[in-house]
Structures are given as structure tokens and as C-alpha cells.
């Protein structure tokens, strides 16, 4: 038993995949029969694995700083011919990093919780009762027409439901969207400037993905209360959260090609199964992650069976895309795989500068 304890702690991965497993063959066996496990319902046990990944997540993802003994420091100051002050500046900026990414990836679990929770609660109070409303969606263009019927009759308790199924969804649709910026600014501290010259001070410029997702949101609670033309509220839902889908699919392929870009630094490192899971996880995993969520608008657009279904499928593809994220970025930053890899990246970067503005045309390298 201490044996396996032992393995368990040092593949903790394998635990999330029996997690995994386990709930894929539950949504399976309940998808090709439905009068399978009647008991159960897959909406409500997808949300909530994947709520359960992201608690485990803010519990357990953390900014582990960096610390160089002596005899490394100087090993490496002597390999990369650097003084040991630039060197301890540059392992004050890596640790200064690693804190900005970590804070971004909280904050990104953090608000898609709140986007999960939501999720629940419209499963478990809303969605039995979606085809008694839809009618209400598909025959008003804003939520000023829906309310104009006469109070206290059935039509009048059908529009309200209607309205408070698209309070929740402005809701959920900006939960996604602004978890999405979280995941545009850990791929800005990975990719671009995001400390002043101290190493210390913050300056991260995501104003523009902050404003996107400020917009698209204002965008939805005023087309939800005004209306469109040509929109009824049903097909304006649907696109609003398309876009959102497709502002989040952006962003996740976005960071998801650092990542790339570190297993490919990695992949000669030992051989074993974390490697692998993490391998395949980033090589394959996280891509069908980018891919399924501009799916997330098309949860309503089948009939409620279906979709039922549908979303059940979707949130567990999006529940092993955050199982290797999640699980990729605790490794990372406890094992401290990305620490080597930003620290490799600024020792290595006053030689690519060199390099660009010396070289003004690629056509040199052959001369």
C-alpha cells in the first residue's frame, strides 16, 4: 500500500485520469442508452468534475520561486559567460514571472469557476424546463418585449423564466470571456514584456484583450434588452455566444503554443509516463480543447434532448483540456520546468537580439 501511495504522489496525473475515465464511460453508457444509470444527470456530472478541477487548481497552482546554490550559480555564469549579477537579475525576473503566470492562471480558474457554478445552477434549476420557454426566445427580439404580457398568467411565468435563463447567460458569457484575458495575459508573460527594467515592477499591457471582452459583454446586455432587427432572442444568444467561444478558442491557442513550444525544449529530458501524458496532453489534448469551445453556442440551437447531450460531450472534452492545462501548469511550476525554460529564454536573449539586429536579411545566413 505505501507503494502505491508513494507512485500516486509522484504521478498524482494518474489519479485525474481514473477521474476521467470513469466519468467519459458514465457520459458514454448514458449517451447510447439513455435508460442507463437514470439516476444520474450527465449535465450535472460534467459540471461538476469540472468545478472540481478548477477548486483543486486554485488550491494547489502557486508561484514557487526559483533559488540557485552556489555552486550552480557559478557553473552557469561560467557556461553562459555571464558575471554573477546579471545572472541573479535575471533569476529575480524569472521568479517575478512565474508569479505573473501564476496569478494569471488563478485568476483564470478563479472567474471560470464562477462560469461552472452558473452552469449548475441553470442545469439543476433552468434546463428541465427550456422547452416550456424556448417559444418565448424564438417569438421576442429583446427582453423589453418578452415582459409585456399580461402579469399572473401562464405565458407571463414562461417569459420570466425566459428572462432569468438570459440573465444567467450574460452572465456566463462574460465569466467566459473575461477567464479568456487571463489566459491572453499568461500568454503575454510568456511571450512578451511584462516587467519594467527592476525585474520586479509589473507592467502588463492587456488592456486590449480586457477591453474585448468589456465590450462584447455590453454588447450582449444591450442587444438582450434593446433587441435587433432580424434577431429574435434565441438567435442573438447564440451568437453572442459564439463569439465568446471564439474570443476564448483564440486565446487558448495562443498560450497552448508556448506550451508547444516547451515540450519541444523538453522532449529529450528522461523518458517516462508523466512525460508522456504531458506529451500527448499538449500535443493533442489542448488543440481539441481550442477547437471544441466555439461549440459552446450550440447548446440551445438542437432540441433539448439532444442538446443535453451535446453539452454533456463538450464540457467533458473541455474537462481533459483542463485536466492537462491544469495538471501541465502545477508540474511545471512545482517542478520548476518553466522557471528553466523563461530562465534559459533571458540568458539566451541578449545573444537572439544581437542576432536580429545585426542580421538586417535572413539571405546573410548563406553569405
Given at each position: 500500500m505505501?507503494?502505491?501511495?508513494?507512485?500516486?504522489?509522484?504521478?498524482?496525473?494518474?489519479?485525474?485520469i481514473?477521474?476521467?475515465?470513469?466519468t467519459?464511460?458514465?457520459?458514454?453508457?448514458?449517451?447510447?442508452?439513455?435508460?442507463?444509470?437514470?439516476?444520474?444527470?450527465?449535465n450535472l456530472?460534467?459540471?461538476?468534475i469540472?468545478?472540481?478541477?478548477?477548486i483543486?487548481?486554485?488550491?494547489f497552482?502557486?508561484g514557487?520561486?526559483?533559488?540557485?546554490?552556489?555552486?550552480?550559480?557559478?557553473k552557469?555564469?561560467k557556461?553562459f559567460?555571464?558575471?554573477?549579477?546579471?545572472?541573479?537579475?535575471?533569476v529575480?525576473?524569472?521568479?517575478?514571472l512565474?508569479?505573473?503566470?501564476?496569478?494569471s492562471?488563478?485568476?483564470?480558474?478563479?472567474?471560470?469557476?464562477?462560469?461552472?457554478?452558473?452552469?449548475?445552477?441553470?442545469?439543476?434549476?433552468l434546463?428541465?424546463?427550456?422547452?416550456?420557454?424556448?417559444?418565448?426566445?424564438?417569438?421576442?427580439?429583446?427582453?423589453?418585449?418578452?415582459?409585456k404580457?399580461?402579469?399572473q398568467?401562464?405565458q407571463w411565468?414562461?417569459?420570466?423564466?425566459?428572462a432569468?435563463?438570459l440573465?444567467?447567460e450574460?452572465?456566463t458569457n462574460?465569466?467566459?470571456?473575461f477567464?479568456?484575458?487571463?489566459?491572453?495575459?499568461a500568454?503575454l508573460?510568456l511571450f512578451?514584456?511584462?516587467?519594467?527594467?527592476d525585474?520586479?515592477?509589473?507592467?502588463i499591457?492587456?488592456?486590449i484583450?480586457?477591453?474585448?471582452?468589456?465590450?462584447?459583454?455590453?454588447?450582449n446586455i444591450?442587444f438582450?434588452?434593446?433587441?435587433?432587427d432580424?434577431?429574435?432572442?434565441?438567435?442573438?444568444?447564440?451568437?453572442?455566444?459564439?463569439?465568446?467561444?471564439?474570443?476564448?478558442g483564440?486565446?487558448?491557442?495562443?498560450?497552448?503554443?508556448?506550451f508547444?513550444?516547451?515540450e519541444?525544449?523538453f522532449?529529450?529530458s528522461?523518458?517516462n509516463?508523466?512525460?508522456?501524458?504531458?506529451?500527448?496532453?499538449?500535443?493533442?489534448?489542448?488543440?481539441?480543447?481550442?477547437?471544441?469551445?466555439p461549440?459552446y453556442?450550440?447548446?440551445?440551437?438542437?432540441d433539448?434532448?439532444?442538446?443535453?447531450?451535446?453539452?454533456?460531450?463538450?464540457?467533458?472534452?473541455?474537462?481533459?483540456?483542463?485536466?492537462?492545462?491544469?495538471?501541465f501548469?502545477?508540474?511545471?511550476?512545482?517542478?520548476k520546468?518553466v522557471h528553466?525554460?523563461?530562465?534559459?529564454?533571458?540568458?539566451?536573449?541578449?545573444?537572439?537580439?544581437k542576432?536580429?539586429?545585426d542580421?538586417d536579411?535572413?539571405?546573410?545566413?548563406?553569405?
Amino acid at each position: 500500500m505505501d507503494r502505491i501511495v508513494k507512485f500516486l504522489k509522484q504521478n498524482d496525473e494518474i489519479l485525474g485520469i481514473i477521474v476521467g475515465i470513469i466519468t467519459s464511460v458514465a457520459v458514454i453508457i448514458k449517451t447510447i442508452d439513455k435508460t442507463n444509470l437514470q439516476n444520474l444527470n450527465i449535465n450535472l456530472l460534467t459540471d461538476a468534475i469540472n468545478i472540481g478541477i478548477l477548486i483543486l487548481a486554485l488550491i494547489f497552482i502557486k508561484g514557487i520561486p526559483l533559488y540557485v546554490s552556489e555552486a550552480e550559480n557559478a557553473k552557469i555564469c561560467k557556461n553562459f559567460k555571464l558575471t554573477k549579477e546579471s545572472f541573479n537579475a535575471k533569476v529575480v525576473r524569472t521568479n517575478s514571472l512565474i508569479n505573473q503566470l501564476a496569478s494569471s492562471i488563478r485568476w483564470f480558474a478563479l472567474i471560470l469557476l464562477g462560469f461552472y457554478c452558473l452552469q449548475f445552477f441553470m442545469d439543476i434549476s433552468l434546463m428541465d424546463k427550456y422547452d416550456a420557454f424556448e417559444k418565448s426566445l424564438l417569438e421576442n427580439k429583446s427582453i423589453f418585449e418578452l415582459l409585456k404580457s399580461t402579469p399572473q398568467n401562464t405565458q407571463w411565468n414562461l417569459d420570466l423564466l425566459a428572462a432569468k435563463f438570459l440573465g444567467i447567460e450574460i452572465l456566463t458569457n462574460a465569466a467566459n470571456l473575461f477567464s479568456a484575458t487571463f489566459l491572453f495575459t499568461a500568454f503575454l508573460v510568456l511571450f512578451g514584456i511584462t516587467l519594467e527594467s527592476d525585474n520586479k515592477t509589473w507592467q502588463i499591457k492587456n488592456q486590449i484583450p480586457m477591453s474585448i471582452a468589456i465590450a462584447i459583454t455590453l454588447i450582449n446586455i444591450v442587444f438582450f434588452i434593446v433587441g435587433i432587427d432580424f434577431f429574435n432572442l434565441k438567435e442573438t444568444s447564440t451568437s453572442i455566444r459564439l463569439l465568446g467561444g471564439l474570443y476564448n478558442g483564440i486565446a487558448m491557442a495562443l498560450l497552448f503554443s508556448r506550451f508547444i513550444s516547451m515540450e519541444y525544449y523538453f522532449q529529450h529530458s528522461k523518458r517516462n509516463f508523466e512525460r508522456a501524458f504531458y506529451y500527448y496532453g499538449i500535443t493533442i489534448g489542448l488543440p481539441l480543447y481550442v477547437v471544441v469551445q466555439p461549440l459552446y453556442a450550440l447548446f440551445n440551437a438542437v432540441d433539448l434532448e439532444a442538446a443535453s447531450i451535446f453539452k454533456s460531450i463538450v464540457f467533458l472534452i473541455c474537462f481533459w483540456g483542463k485536466l492537462v492545462f491544469l495538471f501541465f501548469m502545477y508540474t511545471m511550476l512545482n517542478k520548476k520546468w518553466v522557471h528553466s525554460y523563461i530562465l534559459l529564454n533571458l540568458i539566451e536573449n541578449e545573444n537572439l537580439e544581437k542576432l536580429s539586429i545585426d542580421l538586417d536579411d535572413v539571405d546573410q545566413l548563406d553569405e
